[in-house]
């Protein structure tokens, strides 16, 4: 081997000093993320009974928490929590079934700055993986939110959004300010739409994109309605000023972060009983409203009374549950202009 074939290899394959490796003799693939709870499925099962027995009460703490921050806005507070109990649970071809991602938008300019920071304090102290991406022109214009292929280290650089499972993002768009987005910052604002919407991020190859699978809690933080794809967007309507919540101590965080995941792993159904009155009511409401109730409304009611389902430590689905979770979409449609309350 000559000096040249021996620096080229080195350039390729950098010793241990420089770049670490980690050797795996075994493997197993966990199936949560929060070291409050046990990875054995028997054991996590008996101790989320434990934690779900006290749902309501996490509920209210969780809702009470976030209307603070939201200057006392309930319904925002709602839709939130249903956004941080939301999992993909399955993917049907170009279905993704579970995502929701939540678009908090109406935030008054000069409240933005305490929200967000009251937001992101809050959101870090209670789920288990949290990032946060201030979407201001420069970040967008020069960071790299996707992974690339670098040939001529013959290495896959990282992305911001190459992010875990679970994992809860803000994405603060009141950062974004006047400019021109560059192809690399127009580049990013689709990889990031692509992730909220379809939950997929495109690694980029040079000759060609491949895209994988993400499965993350996104909320969107904006004045106006925001530029991303998102699945829910409430229009921010509040009474107060922005507010510190209250402060918890460390077992009170610990009982609220534990009642996250294990509502997330509650194994949801709907009775046959409930199926029927379900299908009932969807034909009513398109004999009502012909022109604005579709196959895709009647679809974000039952993420809805899932996720609601799920947040009150629920398995089985009931119609007062039906019933709360369609009072909580015309809540939040009744904010929304005449044009855009069909369209989410």
Same mark, same amino acid.
């Given at each position: 081997m000559d000096a040249d074939t021996a620096k080229e290899d080195a350039a390729h394959s950098p010793p241990p000093n420089i770049v670490p490796r980690l050797h795996c003799i075994g493997l197993r693939r966990l199936v949560h993320s929060n070291p409050l709870?046990?990875?054995? %499925?028997?054991?996590?099962?008996?101790? @989320?009974?434990?934690?779900? #027995? +006290?749902?309501? $009460?996490?509920?209210d703490e969780l809702s009470q928490q976030f209307a603070a921050i939201f200057g006392g806005d309930q319904l925002a507070a709602e839709f939130l929590l249903l956004a941080l109990v939301s999992n993909v649970y399955a993917r049907l071809d170009a279905s993704i079934l579970g995502k929701f991602s939540l678009n908090i938008s109406g935030v008054v300019r000069d409240q933005s700055e305490a929200l967000v920071k009251q937001l992101s304090t809050a959101l870090s102290l209670i789920v288990p993986k949290f990032y946060k991406m201030p979407m201001s022109l420069g970040y967008l214009n020069k960071s790299t939110l996707r992974p690339k292929k670098d040939y001529s280290s013959n290495r896959l650089t990282s992305g911001?959004?190459?992010?875990?499972?679970?994992?809860?993002?803000?994405?603060?768009?009141? %950062?974004?300010?006047?400019?021109?987005? @560059?192809?690399?910052?127009? #580049? +990013?604002?689709? $990889?990031?739409?692509?992730?909220?919407?379809?939950?997929?991020?495109?690694?980029?190859?040079?000759?060609?994109?491949?895209?994988?699978?993400?499965n993350v809690n996104g909320i969107v933080i904006s004045e106006g309605k925001s530029i991303l794809q998102v699945d829910c967007q409430v229009p921010l309507q509040t009474q107060n000023a922005v507010a510190a919540p209250n402060t918890l101590s460390d077992s009170q965080l610990n009982i609220l972060r534990t009642y996250l995941t294990a509502v997330q792993r509650i194994e949801y159904d709907l009775p046959p009983e409930v199926q029927k009155h379900l299908q009932d009511d969807f034909v009513a409401m398109r004999k009502d409203h012909p022109d604005t109730v579709t196959a895709e409304t009647f679809h974000h009611l039952l993420l809805l009374a899932r996720l609601l389902c799920i947040s009150r430590g629920q398995a089985l689905l009931d119609i007062t549950t039906w019933t709360s979770a369609k009072q909580l979409e015309a809540a939040r449609a009744a904010r929304l202009p005449a044009s855009s309350a069909s369209t989410r």
């Open positions: 709870l046990p990875a054995d %499925a028997d054991q996590l099962k008996t101790a @989320s009974t434990e934690v779900l #027995a +006290n749902a309501s $009460a996490c509920r911001q959004l190459q992010l875990s499972d679970s994992t809860t993002v803000l994405f603060d768009e009141t %950062a974004l300010s006047e400019g021109q987005l @560059s192809e690399v910052g127009v #580049a +990013n604002i689709v $990889a990031i739409s692509s992730v909220l919407s379809q939950q997929k991020l495109s690694y980029d190859f040079q000759y060609q994109a491949i895209d994988f699978p993400t």
